[in-house]
């Protein structure tokens, strides 16, 4: 390990039982959000980059996640193995990370990954998978946040240590940190307002959990152990609240971004020029600039696209569904036999038709934003998408009193069987979403995709 990070352990490691059982748990927030963001899960193998003392790793292995992790500080990685005692944590360096190419799913970092560490990006990117998932948060604009007192006592130390602690922060500056994740060659970044507060109970109590921290090593440095401790007492007698805690909310921002996933091919050989193949192709270059992967399987069988979507347009209108109803409809089914694609297509078509949060609402399996129609269309296409054999004559009443007679029941079956059939095809041959039709849709519904698809599936 180079002498920066062992320098770093003196800062981090000297009061680490303190820093893990005080100071830390106040950055639960910021970590269960930004995990929220991730979509962490089962499944998922995740490295958490300046781990410390392995809070945010114990919270990812909570939502099902494998975990690993490393730190600069090897009583920090003490207390995280002593948490965590079958993870892989290690002692190390970030910039030259001890793990294969490809190894990892997601890597976190909490405000442990800097603008002045350029190369730890260079690492994550490297030990994550095809379409991993990155996540890093840094400090906001701290001057402006109502906690900016509790910062304070960090100004103690030499001016050129502090020079230092301000470039470190710039990540979190207007496009700062989208430009340096897209020069480490991130695609689809983007910026979350994340929440940290600390909570003290008393001036004294902050003071002590204040010290544990590298930055407070500094100041004490430069003006000794006692100096500091005063001026931390100074600064939080001022805001002693009675019957509350001392309070420090501090402006947090969060990015998450992906490495560009494997080039998406479908499991076809490319279609022969035809006609009518040229006609779906030209389609979707004149509406979107390229041809989708699913353009690029049915360009085999133009003739019988077109028969399917002819039957899917006549269901609808024998059922009598608006575009937005449809959308209600083509979500729910095909989201629950976990279709990519057409949740993406659907939900940005949605998002058009009714609003952004109606579709964000429905890809996340909601019908609150609904009407009672919809409702009914949403809870009748998850029926017909996971259950179909199991619909009682009670269910079917239910659509009726949205208003559907029964031949228009017996429409908006088919036309749920149908758009499942369509996904089942484009699935079985390995149409996935390109990443140029994920960057067109709304930002909004895009979202609300990565979060309920992390993998990319």
């Known amino acids: 390990m180079s002498e920066q990070w062992l320098t770093v352990d003196e800062g981090w490691g000297r009061r680490a039982v303190e820093f893990a059982t005080l100071l830390e748990l106040g950055a639960c927030r910021e ?8 979509g962490l899960g089962s499944g998922d193998h995740v490295l958490d980059v300046a781990c410390g003392s392995g809070l945010a790793l114990e919270l990812a292995s909570a939502r ?23 993870a892989d944590v290690r002692a190390g360096d970030m ?8 190894t990892f799913d997601a890597v976190t970092s909490f405000r442990g990954v800097w603008a002045t560490t350029p190369e730890a990006l260079a690492e994550a990117h490297r030990v994550l998978r095809p379409g991993g998932r990155l996540s890093v948060t840094t400090w906001g604009h701290v001057k402006a946040s109502p906690g900016m007192w509790a910062l304070t006592p960090f100004a103690l130390a030499a001016d050129p240590k502090v020079r230092v602690q301000a470039e470190m922060k710039a990540l979190g500056r207007p496009g700062v940190g989208e430009e340096v994740l897209a020069a480490a060659r991130f695609v689809g970044v983007r910026r979350h307002s994340v929440p940290f ?15 544990s921290t590298g930055p407070a090593y500094e100041a004490i440095q430069a003006v000794g152990e006692e100096e500091f401790h005063l001026y931390c007492i100074e600064v939080a007698s001022a805001r002693v609240r009675d019957g509350l805690p001392l309070r420090a909310e501090i402006d947090c921002v969060g990015f998450t971004a992906l ?19 040229a006609t779906l192709a030209t389609e979707d270059e004149d509406d979107l600039g390229f041809v989708t992967n699913a353009t690029r399987v049915w360009m085999h069988a133009p003739a019988a696209f077109e028969a399917l979507f002819a039957l899917i347009g006549s269901s609808a209108h024998g059922a009598a569904m608006t575009v937005a109803e449809r959308g209600v409809a083509t979500i729910t089914a095909t989201r629950l036999v976990g ?10 078509k949605l998002a058009g038709f009714a609003s952004p949060d ?11 934003l609904l009407d009672d129609r919809s409702r009914a269309i949403a809870a009748w296409a998850g029926k017909v998408a996971t259950a179909p054999q199991a619909v009682t004559a009670s269910d079917v009443r239910a659509v009726r009193a949205a208003g559907f007679d029964d031949a228009q029941v017996l429409s908006l079956t088919v036309f749920v069987a149908l758009r499942l059939a369509f996904s089942t095809v484009n699935g079985a041959l ?24 992390p993998a990319r599936a």
């Not at 099902?64 to 193995?81: K, M, N």
């Not at 507060?197 to 204040?210: G, I, K, N, S, Y």
């Not at 279709?339 to 940005?348: I, K, N, V």
């Open 31 to 38: 970590y269960v959000a930004m995990h929220q963001h991730l």
């Open 64 to 86: 099902g996640a494998t975990v690993s992790g490393i730190d600069a500080s090897p009583r920090l990685v003490e207390i995280a193995r002593d948490r965590l005692p079958g």
């Open 95 to 102: 910039a030259a990370l001890p793990w294969g190419d490809h």
């Open 197 to 211: 507060v600390w909570e003290f109970p008393d001036p004294e109590t902050f003071a002590r959990m204040l010290a």
């Open 259 to 277: 490495v560009p996933p494997a080039p998406t091919t479908v499991h076809l050989d490319a279609a022969p020029t035809t006609a009518a193949a």
């Open 339 to 348: 279709d990519t694609y057409c949740p993406l297509a659907w939900g940005d």
């Open 358 to 368: 109606v579709a964000v609402s429905v890809m996340g399996g909601s019908d609150e």
């Open 430 to 453: 390995g149409a996935r979403p390109e990443q140029a039709y994920v960057d067109h849709v709304d930002p909004a519904v895009r979202t609300a995709w990565e979060q309920a698809f």
